[in-house]
């Protein structure tokens, strides 16, 4: 396929602190009303993706945010990345509406983990940012978002952060009153979206049955302005105008799946099944829509142990069969298969005098395969072996947390056999000067291995606009990094900190030759190996102006910025920095909330890159619970209020893509 140059040029385009009163829901979707912190009982969150054995949030050392039940119930039907995007350091690569994946610190691809219960996703979604993510949100009871290096329990793949959706389809605690579930749906206007699901556990004697499943389908969507950024438009010469919608941006998804486990005294043993399909178009070429499928067994269990070392054993295993097809027009062009399996085994040390810790192995083996006219990357199959255990000792005034992980990564293609061995190991020590504060500092050693894709591309990649080159001589790239971590939550406030930099030798990055593939026409871009520096920091706190038993005003908000340098320059596609505040009234029957966002502009980028300009987005948002027992939830939205035209700019597409223009978004949940 070849490209005109004005097409080639669309898709190729495609420092100090800030100080802000904010809290840790930043462009979340929570309509919640969280426990006051000055009431006399305030439940913390326990964390478990990064930390097998549990820990609290304010005694945490990774920089966390969850989304829970209650937050998930009245988000938007909306894919991963877009959901998570405005969360402290996390944006999207907003691709399209079908293609989003989360952009953590600045980093993306396959430096960002994305999991379902602990366990990798089989896809091929970390190949190319046209590929959609195996897993959507509406199937999650909770999502875990893990900032910074998480390798010692997920291996190289989380060297930028984890994603991690948990569900209860392998159910894990028996039905409230025996039978339990929620049924939603929602409407929204930009896109004429629609969608809805359903979920049902219930108990059949000592086993436990869930079934679930849901359906979303949206159009093209509305912009606020041209589609053509002004900043494309001067460097093409042509006039900015064009449709106020984004051509090819439908999308649709349906997912349906079933569990059963055992449940008794000592633990639970089940399975599950699920099916996902979806078809959605590019937004980068006019006539390309994608068609995925995917089916996904996983087998989950843990048992109680009696001995002195050990309080339980846990495992989990899955395995799934996954097809992507491109579509040019009403023909198939080209095909990726990926099919594997992983599995994680765990035993969670017995806690004594403050002493936790988890000792885990963990195997993936993958298949993977591209057929047809732009299958740049051969043939691959991935095995990875990884030994690892973390360690914690809490004295309640001091304490320390550390780790160390080993790695066997071997990858073959028709004309190579690549292994690396890699060792990453971190190590934390927190102190509490005083109740309501924590303390804690991190330095840690993180390894990747290289992606088969930075291995061995060799052709044309129609969604960068660039003949890609991967580099079989690559070693494996190696983070150094320090972090500073503060808590605090004392009367009607709390607070929170993270302040990083890392160090990365091997940076593996995509730059341009500066010479045009002969067949493509397409500019030839060659993965190299190169030093990169990233640094920055999230902020967030919050205060209740207001409270009065169940009601309260509550004044929140965020901050982040990451900048990031390779020996080539400026890195690509890093996010500007960005602060939010929001303004939250929640009551027993009432809760709403205004929310004004600003994301700074980005200019300073690598030659090959556009600059992008700030926005500032307000949002608005509301609930009703029309029952005392808060089963039913009315729920409404008015997302950028003011019709701004704003451009993601970790976006390939920014300059031809702008994020959805105004959005009236309606619906309800009801729980049972």
């Not at 436990?208 to 041209?226: L, N």
């Not at 639970?268 to 089916?295: M, W």
């Not at 023909?331 to 765990?346: A, I, K, M, N, Q």
Request: proline residues 6%; contains cysteine; aromatic residues 8%.
């Amino acid at each position: 396929m070849r490209l005109t140059r004005s097409s080639r040029i669309l898709l190729l385009t495609a420092t100090g602190w800030a100080a802000l009163c904010g809290v840790a829901v930043a462009q979340t979707p929570s309509l919640a009303s969280p426990q006051g912190p000055s009431d006399p009982v305030r439940l913390e969150d326990v964390i478990i993706t990064g930390t097998p054995f549990g820990v609290t949030d304010r005694a945490s050392l990774l920089a966390v945010e969850v989304l829970d039940a209650e937050q998930l119930a009245v988000a938007p039907a909306a894919t991963l990345g877009d959901l998570v995007n405005g969360l402290p350091g996390v944006r999207s690569s907003s691709f399209a509406p079908g293609a989003s994946r989360p952009v953590i610190r600045g980093l993306s691809g396959p430096r960002v983990q994305v999991l379902t219960n602990g366990l990798g996703l089989i896809d091929a979604s970390s190949v190319s940012p046209d590929h959609q993510v195996a897993v959507d949100p509406a199937e999650a009871s909770r999502i875990e978002i893990v900032r910074g290096p998480s390798t010692l329990v997920f291996g190289g793949s989380a060297i930028g952060g984890v994603v991690n959706i948990i569900d209860e389809r392998v159910p894990t605690t028996r039905a409230e009153g025996g039978v339990d579930g929620h049924v939603s749906t929602q409407v929204s206007s930009v896109d004429n979206g629609r969608g809805g699901g359903a979920s049902l556990k219930a108990n059949l004697g000592p086993m436990v049955f869930t079934i679930d499943g849901y359906s979303r389908q949206s159009d093209d969507y509305r912009i606020a302005g041209p589609a053509l950024s002004q900043r494309l438009a001067d460097a093409l010469g042509v006039p900015r105008n064009g449709p106020s919608t984004v051509a090819n941006s439908a999308a649709g998804i349906d997912q349906a799946g079933a569990g059963l486990s055992w449940i008794g005294d000592g633990g639970y043993f089940g399975g599950s099944v699920k099916t996902t399909r979806s078809t959605y178009g590019t937004v980068a070429e006019p006539d390309v829509t994608i068609e995925l499928e995917q089916t996904r067994y996983d087998v989950r269990g843990e048992h109680t142990l009696d001995t002195p070392w050990f309080d339980k054993v846990r495992l989990g295993a899955a395995y799934a069969d996954y097809t992507h097809t491109e579509f040019e027009g009403p023909d198939p062009g080209t095909l990726f298969y990926s099919t594997g399996y992983e599995g994680r085994l765990e035993l969670i040390q017995r806690a004594r005098d403050g002493w936790q810790g988890v000792v885990g192995a963990q195997v993936l083996d993958r298949d993977f395969d591209a057929v047809g006219s732009e299958a740049y990357v051969p043939p691959t199959t991935t095995r990875e072996r990884g030994l690892y255990t973390v360690q914690r000792l809490d004295r309640e005034s001091f304490g320390v947390e550390g780790g160390i992980r080993f790695d066997s990564h071997r990858v073959t293609s028709p004309t190579d056999d690549l292994s690396f061995d890699n060792v990453s190991a971190s190590a934390g020590l927190f102190v509490r000067p005083s109740k309501p504060l924590f303390l804690g500092l991190t330095i840690a050693r993180n390894a990747r291995a290289p992606s088969d894709v930075e291995l061995f591309a060799d052709g044309a990649h129609i969604a960068t606009a660039a003949y890609e080159r991967g580099d079989p001589t690559f070693d494996s790239e190696v983070a150094t990094s320090i972090e500073g971590t503060m808590h605090f939550a004392s009367g009607r406030m709390s607070a929170d900190l993270h302040v990083y930099a890392a160090r990365y030798d091997g940076f593996i990055d995509l730059r341009p030759t500066g010479v045009d593939d002969v067949d493509s026409g397409l500019p030839i871009f060659d993965y190299v190996q190169t030093n990169a520096d990233f640094h920055g920091f999230e902020a967030e706190a919050g205060y209740d102006l207001w409270i009065d038993g169940d009601r309260s005003l509550t004044l929140t908000g965020t901050a982040d910025m990451v900048r990031a340098s390779t020996d080539f320059g400026p890195a690509a596609r890093i996010p500007p920095w960005s602060a939010m505040t929001r303004l939250a009234w929640t009551s027993d029957r009432i809760d709403a909330a205004l929310e004004v966002r600003h994301v700074g502009g980005q200019a300073r980028v690598p030659t090959f890159e556009l600059p992008t300009d700030s926005y500032t987005m307000v949002n608005l948002s509301g609930a009703l619970h029309p029952f005392a027992d808060h089963n039913l939830t009315v729920f409404a939205e008015l997302h950028n209020l003011t019709n701004v035209e704003a451009r993601e700019h970790a976006s390939f597409l920014k300059d031809i893509a702008p994020l959805p223009g105004r959005n009236l978004r309606v619906g309800l949940t009801y729980r049972f």
